[in-house]
């Protein structure tokens, strides 16, 4: 009882430790601010830092904790802390908006509105994740990997993905006849999804192997490590990078070190942090090769022709910042349409959601699929075609308004705090360790996905891995007192 007692007055203390810091950086990032830029002085930068500093907390928690730093909770802190804080100052402190839409008068007002829907929401996030995280419970459960089924059955899956690839090699006229398919047309490779989730999980097949055969050897060498990370990149751009896919890039990488990291060596903070920097650099710079394809190259070496092509397409590195890993802006114009008088915008009913999951379908097999978030998205631009992404709150105010909004935040608490809860109750040598990373990169994406984004991801990325997995384990029962 004792010992009960002590541990709940240290998380207590060091749940005050990480608000109490959060809100210090909060409060010298917005003195800073106002310093900078009189446009900040604004009602609007109270509730971001509100939100700021709720969020903050978990990254705090974060960076003193010691560890694996593949903690669900304190990378959707941090990535959070950038969503919902930095970013809307950030638009302020840039002028970068939305463009071809209907701006209104000054969006320092509904990026506030937003700010207070997104610290009601976060607080409803942090309730409902800690009242999970609370209830003690462990599944009893173990995956044992056997090398009897998984090297056999790895051969297999990697021997078809490659041959699926090679396959499409020869049908675009090789390596440079695909990526000259891309560059002429984004529409190139139509109706070729299941084909790609399975040709394009050879680089993480080809990982989890190599790296099942290096915990067997009890090799954890660094240098062997950074090689094996090199290798996999190749293999990823070869593997769907090279027809636009950045995505397809980065979480791969993303998940590679999470494997690495839980399987055979730790990685520090700072080697995290440096990865970090390489992904935003990989954004900016790949961003001209997806909008300009095989040109880019050109374009990337001169600086009027750089500058121009960023202006054009809108693949600054102030786009990667504030439109790849943040929505206020659209969030915050979704919040100013759907306020205005008269409104004609008829939300969706969850419509949206249905649309999304009827992706796990091939369009050959049902061609009337239910439309996605496009169609909405198109009525609340005036008609305009949009490819945008709206993010969690974005989709919900699409579907049920503003005020449900807040409510969908208890749903993303629940998951991770599911998320967190499955991490704790994990033994090193659980098989299922290697999907952690994939279930975390799924988590702080959903802050700024939509739901037809988040059923591709999965199906995409995950449904190869983890089949493997789920076949080539042992499950045991374990005895719990």
Known sequence: MEYVYKNINRGIKDNYTNYSVSLLVVYVIILLALLLDRRMDHWFIIPAGLAGTIIGSDAIKWFRQKGSIFDVEGIVGIIGFHFFFLAPLLHVYLDFWMKTVDKPSDWRDWLGGMAIINSLGLTFYMYAKNRLLRRCSHSGRFWLTSPGIFHPLVATLLAVSFGLQVWVFIREGGLLGYIMAFSRNEGAFEGMGWIFTISESFPILFLLYVVFLLKEKGVNNTWVIFLLMCAFFILKMIFGGLRGSRSNTIWGLFWALGIIDLWLKKVPKRAFMI????????????????????????????????????????????????GDFARSDVQAYLLYRLSRNHSDYEYAYGRTYIGALSLMVPKAVWKDRPLTKVKEGEEIQGGIGSTRIYGLAGEAMLNFGPIAAVFFFVIFGLAVGAIKRFADNLEYKDARVVMLPFLINLSFLALGSDSDNMVFFLIKQGFLPFMLILLSSRKYSIQLN
């Open 275 to 322: 990865f970090a920097l390489f992904i935003l650099a990989f954004m900016y710079i790949y961003g001209f090769y997806k909008q300009g394809g095989i040109e880019a190259a050109g374009i990337l070496r001169e600086n009027k022709s750089r500058a121009r092509f960023e202006q054009t397409y809108n693949r600054s590195f102030e786009a990667v910042l504030l």
